[in-house]
């Protein structure tokens, strides 16, 4: 029997409409200047991304990465394991864990990685579990699959479900991950039930915090944090560098003995390139203003009421969030798709999320706010996403095919 032919099943998948639910091309960015970027040549106000707190271009964060390019170089040289590991490392480290209040932090080159560290150490026996919600961001999900555990997916934010899916897999180690922050709709996971739930199965309670970490609770020190949780109840948090922080790579942050078991055995982070020491300082940089500057998250919080307000004065499908990740619901991807295109040719820029990735089946127009966007601006676009949606119920907006 002669073996499937991958480009025929490319041709195969590619032609299938569940596969090609994806509502918009990725696009290249040029210039960026704040919330101004650069698309197909021309300047649009960004509202994607997850620069939340405006850090990744201030000047004393691109200031301390150039004084560490010229001293250390452009990259770190070697893997953890074969001496790439640098003060700079060590220096961030121990100031994020001071900052969140935790024994111990191991920085990783990518969330991606630090997810499937976690994953793999912890979870390596026949029969360890993952129950997961089922809008977990795709790196906790992959970390169980490469970590040949068995994965136990949960309804959005249902306890309950959480609760069966690791009563029904009683006989292994078991971890429940999820997200803090849920980076399609910006809802928020119940993380104190989540709690009891993982004491009551004798789980382990995994915490991705990347879209909560700068922006929410007591000084940005995040949704667990803001839950008035500690190790004790969440032994391992991860969250990306490259979010509120404004910087690179990833921290895992928890209790000492986990940590020092990661730092030890984890080939995803022994044997992957280590940060680059300019990226490290750039990211202390960042986080030290993250706990410095309140007005950024205060500007944030002002911003997200300017946006909620408007949008339910304009009868607009707002879903239940109080972060900067504001999602307007559509019925239809190409609905989604005619609007986004539509707003880009009025010079803003948002993103669109695929009926199939949100779980309820209608599409999003997603926003995202940042402490460097203007009141004025978050009003005009508001503005702008009416009478784009107004355009669509009339028939006079062109369908998405049309607009390419």
């Known amino acids: 029997?002669?073996?499937?032919?991958?480009?025929?099943?490319?041709?195969?998948?590619?032609?299938?409409?569940?596969?090609?639910?994806?509502?918009?091309?990725?696009?290249?960015?040029?210039?960026?200047?704040?919330?101004?970027?650069?698309?197909?040549?021309?300047?649009?106000?960004?509202?994607?991304?997850?620069?939340?707190?405006?850090?990744?271009?201030?000047?004393?964060?691109?200031?301390?990465?150039?004084?560490?390019?010229?001293?250390?170089?452009?990259?770190?040289?070697?893997?953890?394991a074969a001496g790439g590991r640098h003060a700079l490392h060590q220096a961030l480290e121990a100031e994020a864990a001071e900052w969140l209040g935790h024994p111990r932090a191991l920085l990783f080159s990518s969330a991606y990685l630090a997810n499937l560290a976690v994953q793999q150490v912890l979870l390596c026996e026949d029969g360890d579990v993952c129950a997961q919600d089922q809008l977990n961001h795709p790196s906790l999900l992959d970390a169980t699959a490469l970590a040949g555990a068995r994965?136990?997916?949960?309804?959005?934010?249902?306890?309950?479900?959480?609760?069966?899916?690791?009563?029904?897999?009683?006989?292994?180690?078991?971890?429940?991950?999820?997200?803090?922050?849920?980076?399609?709709?910006?809802?928020?996971?119940?993380?104190?039930?989540?709690?009891?739930?993982?004491?009551m199965q004798q789980a382990l309670l995994c915490v991705d915090d990347t879209h909560g970490i700068g922006v929410l609770g007591d000084g940005g020190r995040g949704s667990v944090s803001a839950a008035g949780l500690g190790t004790a109840e969440v032994p391992l948090q991860v969250f990306a560098l490259d979010?509120?922080?404004?910087?690179?790579?990833?921290?895992?942050?928890?209790?000492?003995?986990?940590?020092?078991?990661?730092?030890?055995?984890?080939?995803?982070?022994?044997?992957?390139?280590?940060?680059?020491?300019?990226?490290?300082?750039?990211s202390l940089e960042a986080l030290r203003l993250a706990r410095r500057d309140d007005w950024r998250r205060e500007k944030l919080v002002e911003l997200v009421g300017v946006f909620r307000s408007a949008a339910r004065g304009h009868g607009l499908g707002l879903m239940a969030a109080e972060t900067p990740i504001q999602s307007l619901s559509f019925a239809t991807d190409q609905q989604a798709m005619a609007l986004a295109q539509n707003l880009q040719q009025a010079g803003m820029w948002v993103g669109t999320v695929a009926a199939g990735l949100t779980g309820d089946g209608a599409a999003r127009v997603r926003v995202s706010l940042s402490a460097l966007h203007v009141p004025a601006q978050v009003q005009a676009l508001v503005d702008a996403i009416a009478r784009a949606r107004d355009g669509l119920h009339a028939g006079t907006l062109l369908p998405a095919a049309a607009l390419a």
């Open 151 to 199: 994965l136990r997916r949960y309804p959005h934010l249902d306890t309950e479900g959480a609760m069966r899916q690791l009563k029904h897999a009683a006989e292994g180690a078991a971890m429940l991950a999820t997200d803090a922050v849920f980076c399609i709709d910006g809802d928020s996971a119940p993380l104190r039930s989540l709690t009891l739930v993982a004491r």
């Open 243 to 282: 979010a509120a922080l404004g910087g690179s790579g990833a921290l895992v942050v928890g209790d000492a003995a986990l940590l020092e078991h990661l730092a030890a055995t984890a080939r995803p982070y022994l044997y992957s390139p280590a940060l680059s020491p300019a990226l490290a300082a750039a």
């Open 1 to 80: 029997m002669a073996r499937p032919d991958l480009f025929e099943r490319i041709q195969t998948l590619r032609s299938s409409a569940d596969s090609l639910r994806s509502v918009a091309p990725v696009q290249a960015v040029g210039r960026r200047d704040g919330v101004r970027v650069e698309v197909d040549g021309h300047t649009l106000t960004s509202f994607r991304g997850s620069d939340y707190l405006g850090l990744a271009q201030q000047f004393g964060v691109v200031n301390a990465l150039q004084d560490a390019v010229a001293r250390e170089g452009v990259n770190g040289g070697a893997a953890p």
